[in-house]
């Protein structure tokens, strides 16, 4: 068993933790983003805004903290349940190369066609979030065992 470390990272969005030789008991990220949905069952909504929350992955599932003021960045502004929470697996984390907005991670669900674009605060907490989102979508999936014959 591997030792924890906790590391704690700032951005003008506020704190972003990361624990490295995390559990699925023990968060592997953590911090202040900000969500706008994009896609809902593949139909974009009627009114998309943005909404902050104090977002948890832990293993490959995504816990969201309501925020309790219009400000705030520290756990301390957020709720202390989570008002959603979401398994990410199957899931599609994409990094756009977008100078304009270069805190931008979007996080696809391909079964129900709904796509939703996040806000960090820095480019590094972006890629952050997508090596930690990445390598939760890919957990747990299902492989193709060694010896099925492949007809490509």
Known sequence: NS????????SPTG??????????????????LRRKTLLKEG???ALS???RYW????????????????????????KSTPGKK???MGWMVQLPD????PDIFQLNNPDKGNVYKFQTGSRFHAILWHK????ACKSNRPQVPANLMSFE
């Open 15 to 32: 704190p972003c933790i990361c624990t490295l030789g995390s559990s699925a008991a023990v968060p592997t990220m953590e911090g202040p």
């Open 132 to 135: 930690h989102l990445d390598d």
């Open 86 to 88: 979401v398994s990410i």
């Open 55 to 78: 977002v948890i992955l832990s293993g490959s599932t995504l816990l969201y903290y309501g925020a309790k003021s219009l400000r705030g960045t520290d756990r301390k502004h957020y």
């Open 3 to 10: 030792p924890r470390t906790r590391s704690c990272v700032y």
């Open 98 to 101: 977008d100078p304009e907005h």
């Open 43 to 45: 139909r974009k909504p």
């Open 49 to 51: 805004s943005w909404t």
